[in-house]
């Protein structure tokens, strides 16, 4: 089975208070999109990752160790605009792994096992997620998407944060937004996106539903919080170099 990995690094990284682009923001010595850059080569499923840039596109390319093979998003019109116009590039791809390009701290064996679960399991779309023991404890997870299950555990949405309910938001079970979707499956339905929701965006997530909506089982795993944790401010890129100097240790 071909897989292709899509790397979502388009945004400005406002929070971040930077001076360069967030992907180049290091993190215990490496730039952000470096080090998940790394894992996806490490990983062995796929040497040749499309990275979807769009603010200062050069410096980026220019600022990591990496082949930049990237598309261009003209307009950040939500994550699942960014997988589309990532199409002429990966259309040839049994299935498409996409990941954000502000989670540094995912591992190579990590990614390894995804492609591994939708290459045996099958289905249209596999991910990963992970569940915190409280949100006191992690705080960094509390304004994440939930991971939605019916009474018999098989998941049947992500609910983002600002659409969801007091009760859903009470879900420990969070989407750190690592998805394998079946190639064939992900372009015949990927149109049918919308943005009606708090940001006016096309959510790649809405996804979940729409398979759910056509019978389809989601495939799922869990990871540890530690490789989940997203960097899009000052107080997250500290979380993650203490998470990487522990492991380091």
Same mark, same amino acid.
């Not at 960094?140 to 998407?145: D, E, K, L, T, V």
């Given at each position: 089975m071909k897989f292709r990995f899509i790397i979502m690094a388009a945004g400005k990284g406002t929070r971040m208070g930077a001076d360069v682009p967030k992907a180049l923001v290091p993190v215990a010595g490496k730039p952000i999109i470096q080090r998940i850059y790394e894992s996806v080569v490490g990983s062995g499923v796929d040497g040749k990752p499309i990275i979807v840039i769009?603010?200062?596109?050069?410096? #980026?390319c220019e600022g990591f160790k990496g082949e930049c093979d990237y598309v261009i998003q003209e307009e950040q019109l939500g994550t699942a605009h960014a997988v589309m116009v990532c199409k002429?590039? %990966?259309?040839d791809a049994d299935a498409v792994i996409v990941l954000n390009g502000d989670h540094p701290l995912v591992s190579p064996g990590t990614l390894r096992k995804l492609a591994e679960l939708h290459e045996r399991v099958g289905g249209v779309l596999s991910m990963m997620t992970t569940t915190v023991p409280s949100f006191d404890e =992690?705080? #960094? !997870?509390?304004?994440?998407?939930r991971v939605i299950r019916d009474a018999h555990g098989h998941i049947i949405a992500i609910r983002e944060f600002k659409d969801a309910m007091e009760s859903e938001r009470e879900v420990q079970e969070v989407n750190p937004s690592f998805f394998c979707f079946d190639g064939k =499956?992900?372009?015949? +339905? #990927?149109?049918? %996106?919308? +943005?009606? +929701?708090?940001?006016?965006e !096309?959510?790649?997530t809405d996804l979940i539903e729409l398979a759910v909506a056509q019978g389809h089982e989601i495939n799922s795993m869990s990871i540890a919080p530690e490789e989940a944790v997203g960097i899009n401010t000052r107080a997250e890129l500290e979380i993650a170099e203490k998470i990487l100097e522990k492991q380091n240790a």
């Open positions: 769009g603010h200062e596109r050069t410096r #980026i002429d590039e %990966v259309k =992690w705080p #960094i !997870y509390s304004h994440w998407g =499956w992900l372009w015949e +339905n #990927i149109g049918q %996106v919308k +943005n009606f +929701n708090a940001n006016k !096309y959510y790649l």
